[in-house]
């Protein structure tokens, strides 16, 4: 193992094995800030009131976008492949289970590259259009503003089928959360600085309701779980309901409010999913969890950081990829 890949996973609390296992991925890119300066002024203007229409209108719009852009960029890098629509010959990224019906907003993506389509043609990446969207959703709802390095081209390619291996999921401990975000580049730490994210935003039950009724042979509840909060998420998911449309915000006292109160929740036993609750069962990723509670400026500046590092996962720049004209469809 290069040293490269010791620094990125020698803080981790995991078996040799594991260790061995994980991999470790430079994010060098040649992406910079204020990239279209002088080819499109407008772009990341344009961006950020498409992000404040939007959420004007929807609130929760915001955590939205912040997922899509994790979701893209943890699949195939950060090319806007999850922003392509299936086809009759090909299931897309965001046509997953773990992308459908929860992923939105598309449109907010889509609105900010029509009118950039108008101004500057065949300018700004998708890709690109993303990650301002992301950063201008932390921004908005009380996360720290960052500078976003830019340049990325759009992939044209976009498969379902890749997904699952490559995203964390509500059900994953500790170690498999580390494990994944180490072979995307990141440590033990940046890990759970981004957990953080689901201080806004929202989950349908199926995501969590394992906890609530069947949590293993001998428990039907998951005995981590506060009993007074578990009590509320029952009557919010009653078991057996089948019904999309019923969601649950993650942080129920400031679901629309980039602080710290996801911290405080699993402190306090109120992590919706397993892999939030997770964060207490090793003494390290629970000091972290403790400690971004009680600094909430000096996570938010981590948060930033994590943000800027996510954004050149394996992007495609100078003749790579392409432009998309439209954030939906492959060009011809």
């Known amino acids: 193992m290069s040293s490269r890949k010791l620094s990125c996973c020698s803080s981790l609390a995991l078996t040799t094995m594991i260790l061995l296992s994980c991999h470790c991925i430079a994010l060098e890119a040649k992406l910079q800030v204020g990239f279209y300066r002088n080819s499109c002024r407008a772009a990341e203007l344009v961006v950020k009131d498409e992000v404040r229409k939007a959420f004007y209108r929807d609130r929760g719009v915001a ?57 500057c043609k065949g300018v700004v990446s998708c890709a690109d259009i993303l990650a301002f969207a ?125 602080d710290v109160a996801y911290y405080t929740d699993v402190l306090a036993n109120r992590g919706l999913f397993t892999s939030d609750q997770t964060l207490l069962t090793d003494p390290s990723t629970a000091k972290q969890v403790s400690q971004n509670a009680r600094t909430p400026f000096r996570w938010k500046t981590k948060f930033a950081a994590a943000m800027v590092k996510m954004g050149k996962i394996g992007v495609l720049t100078g003749n790579a990829g392409e432009i998309r004209a439209n954030c939906r469809v492959v060009n011809r």
């Open 63 to 119: 955590a939205g976008i912040v997922r899509v852009h994790f979701h893209d960029c943890f699949v195939r890098g950060c090319d806007g492949s999850v922003l392509i629509d299936s086809t009759p010959a090909n299931k897309a990224e965001k046509d997953s289970p773990a992308n459908n019906p929860s992923l939105r907003g598309f449109e907010v993506i889509d609105n900010a590259k029509a009118r950039l389509e108008s101004i």
């Open 134 to 258: 992301a950063r201008d959703s932390v921004e908005i709802t009380g996360g720290l503003g960052y500078d976003v390095p830019a340049g990325r081209r759009d992939g044209r390619i976009s498969l379902a089928s890749e997904v699952l291996n490559n995203l964390p999921t509500p059900f994953n401990n500790v170690n498999q959360l580390t494990t994944l975000f180490c072979n995307k580049g990141f440590t033990q730490k940046e890990m759970v600085i981004l957990s953080g994210a689901h201080t806004i935003g929202r989950s349908h039950c199926a995501s969590f309701s394992n906890r609530l009724y069947n949590f293993n042979k001998t428990t039907g509840q998951d005995p981590s779980l506060d009993p007074l909060y578990a009590a509320k998420l029952k009557q919010q998911c009653p078991q057996g309901s089948k019904d999309p449309n019923l969601v649950v915000q993650m942080d129920p006292a400031t679901p629309a409010i980039f």
